[in-house]
């Protein structure tokens, strides 16, 4: 088996790419090992010391890290990886939910329907496999009076460059397709 990594944005995140599919559908983040429990190949990987955050996607791995060094991580995280495929256990457990979206509400008035589906549409089209192309992803959570309030998973979350990502991107693309839009914000 060969296991692809590929560098983020954030470097404190590394995208691992094991050429096979991860999650059929949605992704799931996981920020510590308790919450991993869910997840049996999760749980591989926080027990690797200096792993601070896992995210799946449909065809990667994205492992953020702590204070340790890549070089010294990356052999002992393709290794969890390698030896989870080849065992044949499941990524997740067979109860365990598939995370498509957050837990939390979303919000917006009800009016506002019409311009959240085209914010909602834009984002599922052009934002989010860019993002995931970085490890990552990002799901709508809320507007209000001409704000968009966004998630950030994966390589993205706690990224220096999601800021600009945000700003510079994301609030321009859809303030060019939805005048309304005037902000974009991490929540």
């Known amino acids: 088996m060969f296991i692809q990594t590929e560098t983020t944005p954030n470097p404190a995140t590394v995208k691992f790419l094991p050429g096979k599919v991860v999650m059929e559908a949605g992704n799931a983040e996981f920020r510590s090992a308790d ?23 449909y065809d990667f791995i994205a492992v953020t890290k702590g204070e340790p060094e890549w070089q010294h991580l990356k052999p002992a995280i393709l290794g969890a990886i390698m ?3 080849m065992s044949g256990a499941p990524v997740m457990a067979a109860e365990a939910p ?3 979206d ?27 496999p860019a993002v995931a192309q970085d490890g990552g992803d990002i799901t709508f959570r809320g507007y209000r009076e001409g704000t968009v309030f966004l998630n950030m998973k994966g390589a993205c979350s706690g990224c220096p460059s999601s800021t600009a990502t945000l700003k510079h991107g994301v609030q321009n693309l859809l303030h060019h397709f939805v005048p309304e839009v005037e902000h974009v914000e991490a929540v």
Do not use: Q
Not at 47 to 57: D, I, L, N, W, Y
Not at 119 to 128: A, C, G, P, W, Y
């Open 35 to 57: 919450d991993a429990i869910v997840s049996p190949l999760a749980t591989r990987l926080f027990a690797v010391p200096g792993v601070t955050a896992v995210m799946f996607g």
């Open 102 to 128: 957050d837990s939390g509400e979303e919000f917006f008035d009800a009016g506002d329907e019409t311009l959240v589906a085209t914010i909602k549409e834009l984002l599922e089209t052009r934002v989010r």
């Open 83 to 85: 030896e989870h495929f």
């Open 98 to 100: 598939v995370f498509d």
